[in-house]
């Protein structure tokens, strides 16, 4: 049996961002942020979008924001589930196959019917499914109970008006009696004005969608999605399709996110590789900032000579004008950062904070704002599957809050671990390994090794096996935690 | 647990369209299709979409035609896996805390670098993550196993290249030795030239996109979304927004339907409310095949005289000119109609058949093609719960075996039914009723009514609940099927 996940799984509460002890280092003396920590850091720093009023036809998937009741009774008037003819019930309350009532047709009342005639004693409207039940009227005899005004016995169908429109006049003979409301809908009877139609929080899905429009509303108060910026860092890539030179690589990452931006409901947008160089790196950023509501960078964000994200956004950088010089970088100054830095610093308003997760793959991370909107930008890592799983665990969650959603998560199942030989993962991190998991079975098997550059392996998993903190061996069958993808 | 469902679900085999047995209408005397023969005449005249070459960032959701090979190994070049220093491991060997070996640093290796120096005895070239392995090293070691070329005890980090471009040259101090090949990423150790990345008939989702890119396509030759014309028939419809008449209700189906042909991947198109006007209808789809891959209407399909889509469509109209004649029309005929008709006529090359299904709701159904291409079209009953439930059942499938996925249908399972009374069905129909389905608890409640008129319940549910065909009571705590909505 499935169940919907926690956000946080096995180690301890999460620190909200600048709520934590001060002069404290989220992660302890090493340096290294919780999984966890790093979640609640980004989830406490999104907001959901403001709402917008949206034409209907736009609203699938969005979160309504106000409670929606009904202004016009559903359905809006009594009318009828039948093909068949509107008739007073005293007339053919004694009518059998072998006795007929025969009642004279006073006319023909379609679906769309404004005003109709009275149904007199002794006499009959012939009436379309969805039509108003006439004045006189108590109750509908389906079409099947009578001989459709031919003469000729029971049935089976009316004529088409065009082809017949006789049919709308002269007898009809009803073989069965019916009971007052017989083949009615009475108004108000799906819903009364009044009701609450949908509760605000309600994920728009089509039925939603279908009772919105059948209660009048063109347009709706939701929160958009989110515009997600995607973009890769990297003087080694090129564009998949062209020609790969020496010691060069296609760029992935920014296809793969891109798409799994669009799955989590983003309106993503890819921007092509961008090179190790700063300058060209803010501008870019900075020309991004008008259409985006979150950005995603790829690369740049370890411990490197050219990690140029870190480079050029980081926090100390904006703060601290002599972060860049030479001496400045001590060892221990990337424990720095966070929604609380050492001695209880709050984040710096605008600024990126890079900090490294006890997790693998996915050590190095970046969060923070930028721009004059204090626009959300997470750095991820660079290897496709260190970016792949950061997306998963941190940007969709970031994603699903912008859009208002309540459940951000991916849905988390045990399962069976099964594996020829025991999984090991390095102390104190929390590692997530691609697996394949089958739900018919309840079991997970590992898919690749535990490398961040098996692409090929990332695309045979649908899932991520889940080795805590604490755990450094997994032997086969142990009941694992897995995060389901997709 | 869950399960993907089959098709059918207990009422038999369903018959092949055009294969069934000679002479013999599909369900019986009644003229009543079973629900499983109406679904195979539906997917067995529904062929895959013809594929296209669409750029990767086009084909998510899409499913390949093709095996796609790796023609570049995966990764192209042995690279480092860290941010460090290119080594000979014999330079190294008897390197400690306290005893560090001692390099000169010949150079600096970005990722992206090209020819790189070779490292001879006694040197190291500094490296960063994904860079090609220079000529002559043999390992990598992390910049946290050295002084980071500063002669100031081990290192956490790289200065930024821009800021400390000495970095590349003097010395390092390596304070670990390290195995051939440590930290270093062989060339193809993730997938090698020659190797099937993804086989014909996968669904593409963010990781596979990522893997093509990462071996190089910019295209990809995939099954297209199919685009699917939603159109809602009948005089009573007003646009929601607008002021609504007397004895007019609102147009729900076409938002609903488009919203859930979305929801299942197609390129939805709604197309405002048709009123009930044969010529309109005819001229209006005639409008809409150049954009349609598949085409729904609802309404008009039942026993009225005003049922303007059966009028407009049917294969008999268009067969037989004299069908629309008074006099044509005799009980039994609709009961005509099929992949096989009576007497085993094969299903008219263009047209419509309207038939009956032993379903509730949902009992008149259309299905044929139409126009120069043979469009499939699907017309549906313009109750809006029975214009779902059968989207759910028959177009949701059928858009899915356009674009040539092999799971059409939606998930089933099985769950013990709560309710204060006993469901009643009617004999010989297969029941789907909106139920809200619990997973956690394994559990299913009818919510609303059977009225195929009750949108606001059918909003609040999450599931149908099917009731067999021979069943007429289902008892409370019962284990009954489930179909999962969205």
């Not at 379609?110 to 004693?121: D, F, I, K, L, Y």
């Not at 929160?223 to 990297?234: K, Q």
């Not at 996915?362 to 260190?386: E, Y």
Request: charge should be negative.
């Amino acid at each position: 049996m499935s169940s919907t996940a926690a956000p946080g799984t096995g180690s301890g509460p999460a620190t909200p961002a600048g709520d934590g002890p001060a002069g404290q280092v989220p992660g302890g003396r090493r340096g290294l942020w919780s999984v966890d920590d790093h979640l609640a850091d980004v989830l406490g720093a999104i907001q959901p979008l403001d709402p917008i009023d949206l034409p209907l036809s736009d609203a699938l998937g969005c979160v309504l924001v106000q409670d929606v009741t009904v202004t016009v009774a559903l359905p809006p008037f009594d009318n009828s589930s039948m093909d068949g003819y509107a008739v007073r019930v005293a007339d053919i309350a004694r009518a059998g196959e072998d006795a007929p009532a025969v009642l004279t047709v006073v006319g023909d009342i379609a679906a769309g019917s404004g005003e109709a005639r009275t149904v007199g004693p002794g006499q009959a409207a012939r009436i379309m499914t969805g039509a108003p039940l006439p004045p006189g009227a108590e109750a509908v005899v389906p079409v099947e109970w009578t001989d459709g005004g031919t003469g000729g016995g029971p049935a089976t169908a009316m004529r088409p008006a065009g082809a017949a429109p006789q049919g709308a006049t002269g007898e009809v003979r009803v073989y069965r009696p019916a009971a007052p409301g017989a083949h009615v809908r009475g108004r108000g009877s799906d819903a009364r004005a009044g009701d609450l139609a949908l509760p605000a929080g309600t994920v728009l899905g089509p039925p939603q969608i279908g009772l919105l429009a059948a209660i009048g509303r063109g347009t709706v108060r939701v929160r958009p999605r989110p515009r997600v910026v995607v973009l890769s860092t990297g003087s080694e890539l090129v564009q998949p399709g062209e020609k790969l030179g020496a010691g060069r690589i296609y760029d992935s990452n920014s296809f793969a996110l891109t798409a799994a931006a669009r799955e989590a409901g983003a309106i993503a947008y890819r921007v092509g590789a961008v090179t190790d160089d700063a300058d060209e790196l803010r501008a870019t950023i900075e020309d991004q900032l008008i259409r985006a509501d979150l950005l995603v960078t790829t690369g740049g964000v370890s411990v490197g000579a050219y990690d140029v994200v870190k480079e050029a956004l980081s926090a100390a950088a904006e703060d601290e004008p002599g972060a860049d010089e030479p001496g400045a970088e001590e060892p221990g100054d990337e424990e720095r950062g966070g929604g609380v830095g050492p001695g209880g610093r709050p984040r710096p308003a605008g600024g990126v904070d890079f900090r490294r997760l006890a997790m693998q793959p996915g050590k190095p991370q970046g969060f923070g704002t930028i721009g004059p909107d204090r626009t959300p930008l997470l750095a991820l890592p660079g290897n496709p599957v260190s970016s792949y799983v950061s997306f998963e665990l941190f940007v969709r969650p970031a994603i699903r809050a912008l859009m208002g959603l309540e459940d951000v998560h991916r849905p988390r199942v045990r399962a069976e671990l099964r594996t020829d030989e025991a999984l090991t993962s390095p102390e104190g991190r929390r590692q997530f390994l691609r697996g394949a998991y089958d739900a018919e079975k309840g079991t997970v098997a590992p898919v690749g090794g535990s490398g961040s550059h098996l692409v090929a392996a990332l695309a045979r998993a649908n899932a991520l096996i889940v080795v805590p903190e604490g755990t450094t061996t997994v032997e086969p069958g142990t009941e694992t935690e897995v995060v389901l993808l997709g």
